[in-house]
């Protein structure tokens, strides 16, 4: 009887242990990061000049869990200002506290002061990144997050050699944050960037930089996960390897049918996942970005390099291959790519498209101006250079939304975004004075919890069009449709993929063009939506989309943290 006792108690004991496993890893695992911002000095272009940073490294460490795990990230500022953290592309369920952009759903992490952060990664799987998100910061504080499969999973393809990533990223000589602020008090152009760079390296096309080129140390025959993040302030990338073909396998966090292709073109904002096979002649072969700008407006128009380099004994070409990238303005070939990119949509990563909608919603998207008495302005026509979502150019308050809402104080915004323009126009011909000026307010879009929402963004001719990178906080979301022209409501949505569209976190809105984006307002909170070309967003292109509580605890934001930073005006 003893033994029989024994025996069961034993064997008890193993299945709870076993169901406490696998709990533990249906939970996900719990990791601890410390990030300390502070001044760095950093030599580049010839010259030395302090930069912010996180741990004093640029780009910043790299964040690496696996999908269903959560990260306490705790923020100390040593820096001069207030600065926030976003986490760029991570769904955060009902955990808008921790979201990050400045004075949306917190204020900022003011100077000599610390602020914990958590961070709940859910469906994401790939590979997403995270930012600073004030003012102009996050053009030295990022870095890279990594979700690898949960354990006991794999990669949608065969298991990769090895991996790494490479950050698009760029160096100015000025002081960023000087920049943007003499940008916006003359109401010009801020200026562009001096060199763009790979993983914190302008490349040898620079001067005083051939000696610091990143390099990539590959085996011949060997598969290679790339991990490209395009972390660059105010430019599209396109991407490409010399005599090497690329397989792009994900983009944002999910994963896609495998693309084979020459080149990428990545917004700022996005990340793509790419494989790449060392199947070359043993040698050197460049690695380049450069920019993709179908506009009028001023941009950096150079070229960054790395080098993949093959091990072995081999002797050193006098000129290194250099990969064939489309021309700056090449809005095909852009297009051309964009246009292949599908979901995977497999057994193990399936698609959810909603197909009944409750809620449609019609957005354009523009550059516009504010006018000057006197023509006092540094902008157009003397004016002050200014961007909008349905003609309302977004005003940022001194009390972050979030907590004006959860509280409910009145006076920091209004809830009565429209969910249609004001009037139509012909919107990508000749718009004339057509929305030139838009409105100045705080405004924000409601939707019901549950809602299956569309929403078209609309391209348009007034001011200097371009491609907008449109980006969404709490949430990916399913592209459906783009196209060129003024969205016909009648014929534009039966071509609409509801199949296998690309479900990401920022998708560019092509020139004079639309894009239709569908998703389930599943995750209550208030949400940040913005063009994810910086000074864009400095001049306006956001709102904020609030999607309301559902009718049960488990459907509502989670109630605040115990400390959040401080408004400065509350």
């Known amino acids: 009887m003893g033994l029989e006792k024994m025996s069961s108690t034993l064997w008890f004991s193993g299945l709870i242990f076993l169901s406490s496993l696998l709990l533990c890893m249906a939970a996900g695992q719990v990791h601890y990061y410390d990030f300390v911002l502070k001044e760095t000095n950093f030599t580049k272009l010839c010259s030395t000049k302090s930069i912010l940073t996180v741990n004093g490294s640029f780009p910043g460490p790299t964040i690496r869990v696996h999908k269903g795990d959560t990260v306490f990230v705790n923020v100390h500022n040593q820096g001069k200002y207030g600065v926030t953290i976003h986490w760029h592309g991570v769904r955060q369920p009902r955990n808008p506290w921790s979201d990050g952009p400045e004075n949306i759903t917190q204020c900022p992490i003011a100077p000599n002061t610390s602020f914990t952060q958590e961070v709940i990664f859910s469906t994401e799987e790939g590979t ?85 080129t990143y390099r990539l140390p590959v085996y011949s025959g060997k598969t290679y996960l790339l991990r490209i993040i395009n972390s660059i302030m105010n430019e599209e990338q396109f991407f490409g390897i010399a005599k090497h073909n690329l397989t792009v396998v994900g983009s944002d966090g999910a994963y896609l049918k495998p693309i084979n292709t020459n080149y990428i073109m990545i917004t700022p904002g996005q990340t793509m996942d790419v494989l790449v096979t060392a199947n070359q002649s043993p040698s050197l072969y460049y690695i380049a970005s450069t920019p993709f700008a179908d506009t009028a407006a001023p941009f950096d128009n150079t070229t960054t390099t790395a080098i993949l380099q093959y091990k072995g004994n081999y002797t050193v070409p006098s000129t290194i291959p250099f990969p064939t990238l489309p021309a700056y303005n090449d809005k095909d070939a852009a297009g051309n790519y964009t246009i292949r990119l599908r979901s995977l949509a497999s057994k193990q990563h399936p698609v959810n498209v909603p197909k009944k909608i409750t809620k449609n919603i019609f957005m354009t998207v523009s550059v516009n101006q504010i006018y000057c008495p006197n023509a006092s302005c540094a902008g157009a026509s003397g004016n002050r250079l200014s961007a909008s979502l349905t003609n309302i150019s977004f005003v940022t308050p001194n009390i972050d939304i979030l907590q004006a809402y959860y509280r409910k104080l009145p006076r920091v915004f209004a809830s009565n975004f429209p969910y249609q323009p004001l009037y139509y126009f012909n919107f990508t011909g000749d718009v004339g004075n057509n929305t030139l000026y838009p409105a100045l307010a705080t405004k924000a879009l409601t939707v019901n919890y549950n809602d ?62 639309w894009i239709t984006i569908r998703f389930i307002a599943d995750n209550p909170g208030v949400w ?3 063009c994810h070309l910086e000074r864009h967003a400095s001049w306006g292109m956001e709102t904020v989309l609030i999607v309301k509580n559902g009718g049960t605890r488990a459907t509502s934001i989670r109630p605040p943290p115990k400390y959040m930073p401080p408004c400065s005006k509350s």
């Open 128 to 212: 997403l990144w995270w930012h600073a998100h004030s003012d102009w910061t996050r053009a030295t504080v990022h870095g890279a997050i990594i979700i690898l499969p949960k354990p006991g999973t794999t990669y949608p393809f065969p298991k990769p050699y090895a991996e790494e990533t490479l950050i698009l990223g760029e160096w100015y000589k000025g002081d960023v944050m000087a920049i943007i602020t003499e940008a916006l008090a003359t109401g010009g152009d801020p200026n562009i960037s001096n060199a763009f760079t790979i993983n914190g390296q302008p490349g040898d096309l620079y001067n005083c930089s051939n000696g610091t």
């Open 528 to 530: 940040f939506m913005h």
């Open 452 to 513: 299956a929402v569309e929403i078209v963004l609309q391209g348009t001719n007034v001011g200097a069009a371009e491609n907008h990178p449109m980006h969404l906080h709490g949430f990916s979301f399913y592209v459906v449709g783009m196209g060129s022209g003024n969205f016909n409501n009648k014929t534009d949505p039966k071509s609409y993929n509801l199949i296998d569209p690309p479900e990401v976190n920022t998708f560019g809105v092509p020139k004079n063009g």
